[in-house]
Each structure stands twice: as C-alpha cells, then as structure tokens.
C-alpha cells in the first residue's frame, strides 16, 4: 500500500529535498533494492523527483545500481541499492570497568573492535583513551568515516553531549562531546545506552522499519527506551525511562518487591549464591540451567518477573513491539520463557534484539548512521576520509 510521507510536503525545496532524500535512504535500508519507479510509487513521488535525488547518492557512492532487469514492456529496470561500504562510522561504549570501541558500515557490521580495561573513577584518562581509540579507528577506516557515536550509561544530554549523572561511574556533568571531537575532528553524539540500543534496532535489527517500538533492557540495571513516533523520525521521539519501581515476585518466593532491587543480574546472582551455586555471571546461571534444578528455578522466576514487566509497559504504551535485551537477550531459551508468561502482551510483540557483533559498540556508532539517514543528504557533516 502506498502511504504519503508525511515529512515529504513543504513549501521550502531545500527542506523537501532533503526529506525526500531522507525517506529515499531510509526505504532502501529497509526494502532495497528497489527501481526507481518502484522508489516513486511508495513514497507518491514523480520520476524526476527520484532521479534528482538519486544521482547525488550514485555520485557520492552513497546507493549503487545493480545489474538490469528486463521486462516485456517499458524500459529495462535498474534496482538501486544502499552500499554499506560507502560510509563508516566509529562507536564507542564507557562500561563499568572497560573502554569499548569499533568500527561499523552503513549496515551495522563490524569492521574491527578495540576494548581497554581501566579505572571508571578517572573520568578525564577514560574519556582521553576513549577519544584516542576513537581516532585510531577513524584512521584506520577504509572509506569516509561520518562522525562518532557514544554510548553511556545514567542520564545524558544529547544536545550538550554531556554525563548528567551515572551512579555506576560516579561522574556527575561530565562533557563527553568536546573531548572526543576536539582529539578527532569528526562530529559526536552522545546518548544513553537504551535509546542509543533501540536506536540499533530501528536501524540494523528487529525494529527496522517499526514505530510503536520499546525496548526492555534487564542486567545490573533497568531500563527502556520507548520510540512513539513514526520509525523515520528524529531521536527527539525516544523517550528513556526505567521501570524498576514495578512490584514483581521475588526470586525465592517471599512477596513482592521492585523490580529494580530483585530483578536486575546484581539479585539473580546473589540469590544463585545464597543457593550455593557458582556462578559469577548470568552466562554461567544459563550453562548451569541446562541440567540443575535450583539454576532452572531461578531463571524461571525471573522470566514471570520480567513478564510482568512487560505486561505493565503493554498496559501503558501499547507498543508494537517490545525487543527484551541485556545479559538475557542471546538466550533465546528466555525469550520463550517470558513468552509463555506473560499475561496481556501478545508474545509474538516480544522480541530478541538482532544487532550484530558487540550491541553496544553497533549501537553507539549506530546513533551517527541512523542520523545520517535522517539527515537527508549526500555527503556527512564532519565527514572525514
């Protein structure tokens, strides 16, 4: 069905062309390749709209045309496609005790990764080596790099590129943007690890082409991101939010409490320990799962845990979609778990996230990607090659 994009009317050429060029990109990262007639049909466009808008993609090696396809009227068809080798950009995740950095395409797929230990509590050398990692990244890229891209946990300005505050690092207004750009000459975003993981999986993964979309995030801490406006739109529509004050079952039975002090990987491992289980990661509850009863127990509960959870956020928000993610999310035993617990979400709406490789390194470089694709232009601002 053809539906008119709401971003493609407007009195001033310049923001048309734009918006046009934006939703062009964004339909071929989701339905490409597509001919141009077939490029015109979806978004209401005419033929020359398309070709003004192409050739500057095929000029800038942005989308490629791949080989004709005859038809027995007209002329031949010449699908076009986004090149993801076209343009990289560089992420970069501050976790507890590590420095994670790599470099990405246009598709979200690895090129390579760099991770550093350090000390969280030195603020001014994490952000000095993040920002030298970054650069060494950028250099090393072979094509265009369109800026860098960190993710971080706590509460971030987006616009100041600045820490708020994150209780796990103790940083209170720490500036992240100016150092990184000053050491690499390339444009920064700087968002908070949720908004930043749903960012990924409205660009490269599960929620590509969605609206409506929430992500659950469950590990040492929880959190969500929740994206209500149509899936083509700005980051400006990502609301982050937690839901740890929800009352949830506890572990070992007991009564309820919230499920930001019982259901977060920190509660699920001390109560495996009390149990008198070894296990220092929830990698290690999984393996013991596969055969010990107390380790299967507890998963269990934390599954009708996080089922309540996401029935609370379908009862409020009634997404489309809720992409469980964390520690759990490469388990898909747990995504089937929380299925078959929860009470008023549909189970086929949850889903497991489908970003490749590291998700927060992918998820971090994809805040610069995905706002490239919304940009509505040829060629990056800050672009380096």
């Not at 616009?159 to 708020?164: D, F, I, L, N, Y």
């Not at 700005?234 to 409490?257: A, C, E, H, K, N």
């Not at 149990?275 to 290690?284: N, W, Y």
């Not at 299925?339 to 992918?362: G, I, N």
Request: proline share 5%; glycine share 12%.
């Amino acid at each position: 069905m053809t539906t008119n994009h709401p971003a493609l009317s407007g009195t001033r050429p310049r923001q048309a062309r734009q918006a046009n060029t934006a939703a062009v990109l964004q339909l071929l990262v989701h339905r490409g390749p597509l001919a141009r007639g077939d490029i015109a049909k979806e978004l209401s466009l005419n033929h020359g709209s398309v070709s003004r808008i192409i050739e500057p993609l095929l000029s800038a090696g942005i989308v490629r045309e791949l080989v004709e396809q005859s038809t027995r009227i007209g002329r031949p068809r010449v699908p076009v496609e986004l090149d993801p080798s076209s343009r990289y950009a560089v992420g970069v995740h501050l976790g507890l005790e590590r420095t994670t950095a790599g470099l990405i395409d246009l598709a979200g797929h690895s090129v390579r990764t760099r991770t550093e230990n350090r000390d969280p509590a030195d603020s001014a050398a994490t952000l000095r080596r993040a920002a030298e990692l970054a650069a060494g990244l950028a250099d090393s890229a072979p094509g265009p790099v369109l800026g860098i891209g960190v993710a971080v946990g706590g509460e971030v300005d987006r616009e100041a590129g600045r820490v708020v505050r994150n209780d796990v690092l103790g940083w209170t207004g720490v500036q992240v943007a100016d150092v990184v750009r000053e050491r690499t000459g390339l444009d920064v975003v700087v968002d908070g690890n949720v908004c930043a993981l749903l960012g990924a999986e409205l660009t490269f993964g599960a929620g590509l082409g969605q609206d409506k979309v929430l992500y659950l995030f469950v590990g040492n801490v929880a959190e969500t991101g929740f994206l209500s406006l149509p899936a083509g739109a700005s980051s400006g529509g990502t609301i982050q939010g937690g839901f740890g004050r929800v009352l949830v079952p506890g572990l070992t039975g007991g009564g309820y409490g919230p499920f930001g002090e019982n259901g977060t990987d920190v509660a699920l491992l001390a109560a495996a320990r009390s149990a008198g289980l070894t296990a220092t990661s929830l990698t290690d509850l999984i393996r013991l799962a596969e055969t010990d009863p107390v380790a299967i127990g507890l998963l269990e509960a934390r599954s009708a845990q996080v089922a309540r959870v996401a029935d609370t956020a379908y009862d409020l928000m009634r997404p489309r979609m809720i992409i469980l993610g964390g520690s759990g999310a490469p388990s898909d035993r747990w995504l089937e778990a929380v299925r078959d617990r929860v009470e008023t979400t549909p189970p086929q709406a949850l889903a497991r996230p489908q970003s490749r490789d590291d998700p927060l390194v992918t998820a971090a470089a994809g805040l610069v990607v995905r706002a490239f694709f919304t940009r509505g232009t040829a060629e990056g601002a800050g672009e380096r090659s």
